[in-house]
């Protein structure tokens, strides 16, 4: 039985002469209010003890390190879009020669990567049939590379801020404006070293424990800067801060609404116990910032934004700026739009073309008319680097996770490529044609 193999033994040939998929999975127990626990232990069942991992308390390194010279090695992430970049992360750290491929199992909140890859919006069932089912699709699934930005965050001097906000004709505190949602009829195609705290109490606790290991006693000093009021810069700790972005970063007040969301469940971890739950209380907040227009400034007035080294004129009205890898935004929304349509559109985005999208949000109007498939984002443009200039206090998010960024040079470039695995079962040739502007691959010349 190859469940009792080591795993420098499991490389089984098939007959055309191919390595045989061997899966391993990494679960957080607490994710899905206790479907995590559930799945972790039908999985064991299923693959065997030595092939499926808790991320509590060891995270994900000692199961890649036991199977990291496994061929065709493929790896379930039971979890949200954090257990996803977590995984992604220790394997850069542990430098695989061999990279395993990444599957999203949904058990978080957004799980915009499972959505793009076609393994679901939640994974909700913890019955034999319906595992042994989706590990039979991880099995089957197609490999699928994805670019990965490297974001670095570096903090501005107090001595250099005001240099800056007059070199960039910035006031010395943009003040907060209306909603501008008010002129929603103009055209929408308008031209890991340091990491906040959030306790491991939910379903997205992966992503603290990750920021744990990698932080260790640093994580409390940020800890105490994520408030929903602008710090005094005086006590701000000030430093490097640096990010792998797999799906999308934002600034401005949806990023607001996630740390006001997050704060809520740090403080009250029983009521939030399921994803159902979790997008209720995310609306209203975002209803909340929208009735008290507790919204930030328009960025025109404190960002400075270049894209490949050229100056962005930022439109006045932009409230929210986001930075897309992936055509998938806070629970499955498409903020670029149409791909026919070439507004402040180069060439055809895919995930692998060394590109990504940045688009402005303009109020929380806006993005309900977003979220509804009403309207689209404003297109700003494409490209492979990016710098943002942040001369206030903000919220900024990447991947869903909210923090709060202190004054700061925001430099965005290409990091790598992961390996994940896309499902191609019920007709998934549209979608992988979407993702990829390419055909899908023949079976027969897959690993």
């Known amino acids: 039985n190859s469940l009792n193999m080591e795993p420098s033994d499991t ?3 098939s007959p055309r002469g191919a390595v045989e998929p061997t899966v391993i999975a990494f679960v957080n127990p607490k994710s899905g209010g206790g479907l995590g626990q559930r799945l972790l232990e039908k999985l064991q069942f299923l693959l065997g003890d030595d092939h499926v991992f808790s991320l509590i308390p060891d995270g994900p390194e000692p199961g890649l390190k036991r199977w990291r010279k ?8 039971g979890g949200g879009d954090g257990t996803v970049g977590w995984i992604l992360s220790i394997c850069d750290k542990l430098k695989l020669k061999r990279k395993p491929m990444i599957v999203p199992m949904p058990l978080g909140t957004a799980n915009d990567m499972s959505r793009v890859l076609r393994w679901g919006s939640n994974f909700t069932s913890s019955s034999t049939a319906d595992v042994e089912e989706f590990v039979q699709n991880v099995k089957d699934g197609i490999p699928l590379k994805m670019d990965r930005w490297q974001l670095r965050t570096t903090d501005i001097p107090l001595d250099s801020l005001k240099r800056l906000r007059s070199e960039y004709g910035f006031s010395s505190e943009a003040d907060a404006e209306d909603s501008n949602d008010v002129d929603e009829k103009d055209d929408e195609e308008e031209s890991h070293y340091e990491r906040v705290t959030i306790k491991a109490e939910d379903e997205d606790s992966d992503a603290q424990i990750v920021r744990d290991q990698l932080t260790g006693d640093k994580a409390a000093q940020d800890g105490a800067q994520r408030k929903a009021s602008t710090p005094s810069l005086e006590i701000a700790n000030m430093g490097v801060k640096e990010y792998v972005v797999n799906n999308y970063f934002s600034i401005g007040f949806d990023s607001q609404v996630m740390l006001d969301f997050h704060e809520q469940r740090h403080s009250r971890p029983g009521l939030f116990v399921h994803p159902v739950v979790n ?3 995310v609306g209203v907040h975002g209803m909340s910032a929208g009735l ?3 919204v930030s400034p328009a960025l025109h007035k404190f960002v400075h934004f270049e894209l490949d080294g050229k100056p962005v004129t930022l439109p006045k009205r932009i409230h929210a700026l986001v930075i897309l890898q992936i055509p998938s935004y806070a ?4 903020i670029w739009g149409s791909y026919d349509k070439t507004t402040n559109q180069t060439q055809r985005p895919t995930v692998n073309d ?14 309900g008319r977003m979220f509804t498939g009403i309207s689209t984002g404003l297109r700003l443009g494409q490209g492979s680097s990016c710098v943002m200039v942040v001369t206030q206090p903000i919220a900024m998010q990447v991947d869903g996770e909210p923090y709060w960024l202190n004054p700061s ?6 990091h790598n490529q992961s390996k994940l695995l896309f499902n191609m079962k019920k007709k998934g040739e549209k979608k992988w044609t979407h993702l990829t502007g390419t055909e899908p691959p ?3 010349s897959l690993p």
Request: hydrophobic share 50%.
């Open 354 to 367: 060394g590109l990504f999208e940045v688009i402005g949000i303009k109020g929380i109007l806006h993005i």
């Open 409 to 414: 040079r925001c430099e965005l470039a290409f």
């Open 70 to 77: 496994t061929r065709n090695l493929r790896v379930i992430a």
């Open 331 to 334: 629970s499955g929304t498409d």
């Open 442 to 444: 023949v079976r027969s």
């Open 279 to 281: 997008k209720a209380v």
């Open 292 to 294: 008290k227009n507790l």
């Open 11 to 13: 490389h089984v040939a």
